[in-house]
């Protein structure tokens, strides 16, 4: 089977030797989607899987969307091979076509015009009105699907001053306004008029928007959308009272504690996953970017001392994970966490999970650094005086700037498109700005 890949009209030593490989490669790629030659759609794998044997043969219907498909793949190699040859030629300065391109610019970037944003989500047949997400709101709590409110909470979290927010959110993100520009005055703000709207009722919103956010792409959207707003609160409340299985049975009921560690045990079973821009499997600092690696975990048993294992509750012979979980139901409220387990061969060789620790915290908010000596370790009690403006922040400023200045790198912090600060991590921003939010621990036993 063969298939016609673009011509790029680059020249030089160091691209045509890639494109004649790349061009190789993608023959032997597609040709295993050819039912004729290869009727059973079998590939060979060659090692790297640490649970199949190097030679094994696998159908392509094993391979993760979007590969199962061959004519998703044929667009995909094209596409890649544009790409590739593109960053080859660039790098290897030359001169010719190639060489007059931003590489800022992406080949896969799509901006819809802003004044059509609403017109693009009502065509994917979301619903895009106000007020019948309010009423969708307001049935959903009357009927209490899936238990997604608490039947014990008397009180009615919506607000109308919900409403005005909802315009923000649908009709004025974008550009380089920010959430206090478009919607408050900065003498409301900085005197504290707001303090309860945002902190408060804010993160409720949480709750409400999270399956219109989930379809429209306006937000993560949150299976655990609960436990999200809830802990915000918490952290704007700085209330260090850690998160355990205990507490969170009481809040949700012990069914959501089983649904955690299951999301746990896919989780740490991945053989590839996401994890976080400036993470040091990325690159760290040096790229800045989030990244695709070969496992959803890191062994980091050897990091920890006798005492610290104690704490953990770690068995003999038991292991310490740093998890992703980025781009999971569980990255609502945790980025990367510390997963314990018994050492076993369950969970793709991680072994039965006993135990999730971190720290709500934020990189564009206030953190606890644990890399710090002193400052323990994820999941536990730390000293107030060990919290650090988040990483995202210009610290010099934070710490010895004017209240304007500081402001200022706030502003800058939050329209620095590499942090991807959206409208719900921005109200941490400006909390954070207040001097509001203390780390809450997160310490689930198994």
Known sequence: MTFNLPTTGFTGTEVEAFETAYKELAEKIISTYNVQSNPTREYPTSGGFNRFIDGDTLPTSFLYPPYKNGD??????????????????????????????????????????????????????????????????????????????????????????????????????????????????????????KDSFLFEFLPDLFKVLNPFLRATG??????????????????????????????????????????IKKDIEKQISKDRATWPARHAVCGGNLLNRSCTYSSARIDITDQYTAAEKALYNVP????????????????????????????????????????????????????????????????????????????YYNSDIQENGTYEQKKADTVSMIQNSENGIDWKREVVSWAHLRGIGLPVNIRIQF
């Open 316 to 391: 003999p012979g038991g292991k310490i994970y740093e998890v992703t979980f980025y781009a999971s139901d569980l990255g609502d409220w945790i980025g990367t966490g510390r997963v314990v387990t018994d050492g076993g061969t369950a969970n793709n060789g991680a072994g039965e999970v006993l135990g999730l620790y971190d720290d709500f915290d934020f990189a564009y908010g206030f953190e606890i650094r644990r890399e710090t000596p002193g400052n323990g370790i994820h999941g536990f009690d730390y000293n107030n005086a060990n919290v650090t403006h988040g990483s």
């Open 72 to 193: 998703l793949m044929e667009f995909l190699l094209q596409e890649a091979f544009l790409y590739a040859s593109f960053i080859i030629k660039q790098r290897a300065g030359n001169t010719g076509p190639g060489t007059d391109f931003d590489l800022s610019s992406s080949p896969f970037k799509v901006e819809v015009p802003r004044d059509q944003v609403g017109r693009f989500i009502k065509n994917l047949g979301c619903v895009f009105e106000k007020q019948d997400m309010i009423d969708a709101w307001r049935y959903n709590k009357d009927n209490n699907p899936d238990n997604w409110t608490d039947p014990l909470d008397p009180t009615d979290i919506w607000d109308e001053a919900l409403e005005e927010l909802l315009d923000v959110v649908l009709n004025n993100r974008g550009g380089n306004n920010t959430l206090i520009d478009t919607y408050m005055s900065d003498e409301e703000f900085n005197s504290g008029l």
């Open 218 to 259: 306006l937000g993560i959207g949150q299976k655990y959308g609960p436990e999200l707003a809830d802990l915000t609160k918490q952290y704007f409340k700085n209330d260090k009272t850690p998160w355990t299985a205990t507490s969170i049975a009481n809040s949700y009921g012990s069914d959501r504690v089983d649904s």
